[in-house]
């Protein structure tokens, strides 16, 4: 049997419980009165979640602007992929109305022996724990690929860090940062997430980083961030990605408190979509949570941060994910499959309509992981009834009964009555408008809608010994 050891991966940044106060008076989305107007999607007779319209004109105003602007995608290196500028906008958006919205207040999950680890332990709230390699059989039904895809997308080119200008942090994690940068030869902006070779090392995330860049680096599909290529210095692995303007889907949800019904079922529809993709790739996704969906400058998702991912034909046994997300059969030690994604779009939805995670406990992740052992839900009953039915065969530790895990795979969760009203083919061509278009100007690097991070004090590029190069011969 091998050690156990968990660490922090990353801490949620604000607490994933913290909207339990959902009568506030300062939630800007209720759903007695909800500011989402159920409308006719621009494809009339389809699934829309309406609009948020209280947010801000402004972001309604500008949504017509953010619309006009391609959304082709661009090689950081070819100014030829991007014919077609970003249209300027006509109209400035007021920037988002954060007194409005009223955070609420963080909440402390982190693990005391974990306290150290993170580059960020004062600010955070919430741990991953990992456990690698944890073994011992566990029955499961391995859920039949649903469709292998023709084409592996390879990522271009080679690129270096002269091809970037580097700008503000968007986001940490255990063992970097993502980075804002504009490419020097199309002017456009994107991604680059920073990973020191190091803490990779020393957190034996080698194999799952490397995983994270070759999964990144097959998968192409209008709900998953796109890799565009790779590179490393002495210190530091690079992967350059897409650049996703509307910030986390975490952020929207702690300053909603909780989203209206349809507005749950449109991101727990396009996860849906992801996961159906991922899994007919026997990819297998583990880190299902809020932070890890982003919202494109129309609203739409984008799941980014692979560093769990992993291609799983049958079953595997390693712990990994954030405590609230994980899947008792994963808390357990067992062996599992790709299930556990399921279990997870579960958590999600409830962590949407509610504002807080099923399992949720503020003493530790110990405890979480007790609760989920346990298995006792309590919904509130403004869920609906039909989210409510979902909910009970997504969260359910019977691998028999869990829904996505059946005989029709995801087939099953798409027909689940819940979500009736989703016409998929059009929602996986994005021709369904998203409930709230953030209040981004295209095209100029906007990140007014990421939170702000101490910025890296060490220089990138740096030359010198470089002890871990051939663990990371791919990037
Ligand atoms: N393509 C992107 N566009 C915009 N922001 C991004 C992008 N990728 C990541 N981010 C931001 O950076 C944050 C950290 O990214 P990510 O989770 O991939 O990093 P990480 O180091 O793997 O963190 P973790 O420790 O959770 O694994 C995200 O939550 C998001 O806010």
Known sequence: M?????????????????????????????????????????????????????QDSAAASHSTTASTAPS?????????????????????????????????????????????????SNSGTQQRSQRNDASNGGAITPVPAQHVPQVVRTTKGKYTLTDFTIQRTLGTGSFGRVHLVQSK???????????????????????????????????????????????????????????????????????????????????AAEVTLALDYLHGMNII??????????????GHLKITDFGFAKEVPDITWTLCGTPDYLAPEVVASKGYNKSVDWWSLGILIFEMLSGFTPFWDAGSPMKIYENILK?????????HPDAQDLLQQLITPDLTKRLGNLHGGSR????????????????????????????????????????????????????????????????
Do not use: C
């Open 72 to 120: 082709k995608s661009a090689d950081p290196m070819n100014p030829s992929t991007y014919s077609q500028p970003y249209a300027t906008p006509q109209a400035t958006p007021e920037p988002y109305q954060q007194s409005q919205h009223n955070l609420p207040s963080i909440q402390n999950l982190i693990h005391p022996s974990n306290t150290t680890s993170s580059p960020h």
């Open 185 to 267: 030869h199309n002017q456009r902006f994107y991604a680059v997430k920073v990973l020191k070779k190091a803490q990779v090392v020393k957190m034996k995330q080698v194999e799952h980083t490397n995983d994270e860049r070759r999964m990144l680096q097959q998968v192409k599909h209008p709900f998953l961030i796109t890799l565009w290529g790779t590179f490393q210095d002495s210190k530091n692995l690079y992967m350059v990605m897409d650049f996703v303007e509307g910030g986390e889907l975490f952020s929207l949800l702690r300053k909603s408190q909780r989203f209206p019904n349809p507005v749950a079922k449109f991101y």
């Open 285 to 298: 996704y583990r880190d299902l949570k809020p932070e890890n969906l982003l919202l494109d400058r129309h």
């Open 2 to 54: 091998p050690t156990l050891g968990s660490f922090l991966k990353k801490k949620r940044t604000k607490d994933s419980t913290g909207s339990r106060d959902l009568d506030s008076p300062t939630s800007p989305i209720k759903d007695t009165a909800s500011p989402i107007t159920p409308t006719l999607s621009k494809t009339s007779g389809s699934f829309s979640a309406g609009k948020l319209t209280t």
């Open 412 to 475: 099953e969760v798409m027909q689940h009555p819940w979500f009736a009203e989703v016409t998929w083919e059009r929602l996986s061509k994005k021709d369904i408008d998203a409930p709230y278009v953030p209040p981004v100007r295209a095209g100029v690097g906007d990140s007014s809608q990421f939170d702000k991070y101490p910025e890296e004090t060490e220089a990138y590029g740096q030359a010198g010994d470089d002890p871990h190069k051939h663990l990371f011969m791919d990037f």
């Open 375 to 383: 298995g006792k839900v309590k919904y509130p009953p403004y869920i």
